[in-house]
């Protein structure tokens, strides 16, 4: 399988805080994330949701936001 097909299979997540400081981590493209009370939990997550694939899990400078539909 080529390397593209392989990185698109798995979920990338964005970890980092939000305006008000909570920890949150964000599927790129919307599809899943969550408020977590600390850094390591938030990682925790994501990992598990990326099957731990390297680099698929990043961390953001920014404030990042969480929107709940």
């Known amino acids: ?5 392989t990185w698109t299979a ?3 997540f ?3 805080r939000d305006r008000e400081g909570h920890w949150i981590a ?3 493209h919307g599809r899943s ?3 977590f009370r600390s850094r390591d939990d938030a990682l925790h997550y994501a990992r598990a949701e990326t099957g731990s ?5 990043t961390f953001s400078a920014r ?3 969480l929107r709940l539909s």
């Open 26 to 28: 964000v599927e790129t």
């Open 10 to 12: 798995h979920p990338h």
């Open 14 to 16: 964005k970890i980092g």
């Open 53 to 57: 694939c390297v680099g698929a899990v």
């Open 63 to 65: 404030p990042l936001a």
């Open 33 to 35: 994330g969550g408020y």
């Open 1 to 5: 399988m080529p390397a593209a097909a």
